[in-house]
């Protein structure tokens, strides 16, 4: 397994390989949610790693995928590790400088030491999909700045549907998955502003369906869907659904860049007291005890009012 993770990152060992997707740098008349510090990469870039570590997970997928079960007791495959590999080597490559938190890395005990800014990256998100033969695992690649994330990436390998965002622009599109290659430019998304009647609910497929998501459904006399990974937080930030709740831990990198392409598209997340998510929370294991994702002012309030009832 090291020698053909070894053989992935090789393939990504000089950026030049990583093909240019669109140029997304910032228009300084958008306006800016994120940090006032100038920006070690561009969007672009995060979204090529993003499709390079896509197109290894698929290629393990066509080999045949070996779960393995972690110390945790978390799933981990061949693709997660290759994927977070090439994701390390190209990171390294684009910010020298700037540190990883991988979910890989950590579960192999190498935490680097996290200032104020670092990449946050879950290579697969969506494991146990993925190892039963599922469609909804995402790569996830986030820039942490503040203890907030402020550019994201999120791309679904085997559907081919691609979300990023960066401080005042949030973007979707759609590649091929035989190829990552985009189909069409990138366009802009944007949350709902307002909120309906009744509450679009998306919850997880995994651990959605639980009485206290139940609960918190039923006092907002929401509709629900669900689905898997990231892919839930892009919901809200293309307009499709007005929360996500999510009772119970998950790790920051879990949310980190779906949280970044919902800030950049009008929405936010708080903690389920009502306080703002920060991240790089070590003394934590980064661990997230659970959360409400909004897509806008008047359903946070709607979400702290079913919590409190």
Same mark, same amino acid.
């Given at each position: 397994?090291?020698?053909?993770? %070894?053989?992935? #990152?090789?393939?990504?060992?000089?950026?030049?390989?990583?093909?240019? #997707?669109?140029?997304?740098?910032?228009?300084?008349?958008? !306006?800016?949610? *994120?940090?006032?510090?100038?920006? $070690?990469?561009?969007?672009?870039?995060?979204? /090529?790693?993003?499709?390079?570590?896509?197109?290894?997970?698929?290629? #393990?997928?066509?080999?045949?995928?070996?779960?393995?079960? =972690?110390?945790?007791?978390?799933?981990?495959?061949?693709?997660?590790?290759?994927?977070?590999?090439?994701?390390?080597?190209?990171?390294?490559?684009?910010? $020298?400088?700037? !540190?990883?938190?991988?979910?890989?890395?950590?579960?192999?005990?190498?935490?680097?030491?996290?200032?104020?800014?670092?990449?946050?990256?879950? !290579?697969?998100?969506?494991?146990?999909?993925?190892?039963?033969?599922?469609?909804?695992?995402?790569?996830?690649?986030?820039?942490?700045?503040?203890?907030?994330?402020?550019? *994201? #990436?999120?791309?679904? $390998?085997?559907?081919?549907?691609?979300?990023? *965002? %960066?401080? &005042?622009?949030?973007?979707?599109?759609?590649?091929?998955?035989?190829?990552?290659?985009?189909?069409?430019?990138?366009? !802009?998304?944007?949350?709902?502003?307002?909120? $309906?009647?009744?509450?679009?609910?998306?919850?997880?497929?995994?651990? *959605?369906?639980?009485?206290?998501?139940?609960?918190?459904?039923?006092?907002?006399? &929401?509709?629900? /869907?669900?689905?898997?990974?990231?892919?839930?937080?892009?919901?809200?930030?293309?307009?499709?659904?007005?929360?996500?709740?999510?009772?119970?831990?998950?790790?920051?990198?879990?949310?980190?860049?779906?949280?970044?392409?919902?800030?950049?598209?009008?929405?936010?997340?708080?903690?389920?007291?009502?306080?703002?998510?920060?991240?790089?929370?070590?003394?934590?294991?980064?661990?997230?005890?659970?959360?409400?994702?909004?897509?806008?002012?008047?359903? =946070?309030?709607?979400?702290?009012?079913?919590?409190?009832?």
């Amino acid at each position: 397994m090291q020698r053909a993770t %070894e053989g992935a #990152v090789r393939r990504v060992a000089n950026t030049s390989a990583i093909p240019s #997707v669109i140029t997304l740098s910032r228009d300084d008349s958008s !306006p800016s949610r *994120g940090s006032t510090m100038t920006s $070690p990469v561009q969007l672009d870039s995060l979204i /090529a790693l993003a499709l390079a570590a896509g197109r290894e997970i698929m290629a #393990v997928r066509a080999a045949g995928i070996d779960a393995q079960t =972690k110390a945790d007791g978390t799933l981990v495959t061949l693709a997660d590790q290759r994927a977070e590999a090439i994701i390390e080597a190209g990171l390294a490559k684009l910010a $020298p400088d700037l !540190p990883m938190l991988g979910e890989e890395a950590v579960a192999a005990g190498r935490i680097p030491s996290l200032g104020a800014r670092y990449f946050c990256v879950d !290579p697969l998100d969506g494991t146990r999909g993925f190892a039963k033969g599922g469609d909804e695992f995402t790569v996830n690649i986030a820039l942490i700045e503040d203890a907030t994330p402020t550019f *994201g #990436v999120v791309y679904a $390998p085997a559907t081919g549907a691609l979300y990023a *965002g %960066e401080p &005042g622009r949030a973007l979707a599109g759609h590649c091929d998955p035989r190829t990552a290659e985009l189909r069409a430019p990138l366009t !802009p998304i944007a949350a709902s502003a307002t909120l $309906p009647l009744q509450s679009r609910i998306v919850a997880s497929d995994f651990s *959605g369906r639980n009485e206290r998501t139940r609960t918190f459904i039923a006092a907002l006399d &929401g509709v629900t /869907a669900h689905a898997s990974s990231s892919i839930k937080f892009c919901r809200l930030a293309e307009g499709r659904a007005d929360l996500y709740p999510r009772f119970g831990d998950v790790c920051e990198w879990d949310a980190a860049a779906g949280h970044a392409i919902l800030r950049a598209a009008g929405g936010d997340i708080v903690r389920l007291d009502g306080s703002p998510l920060r991240y790089g929370q070590a003394q934590d294991n980064f661990l997230i005890h659970g959360f409400v994702a909004y897509a806008n002012e008047a359903a =946070k309030q709607a979400a702290l009012r079913a919590l409190s009832a």
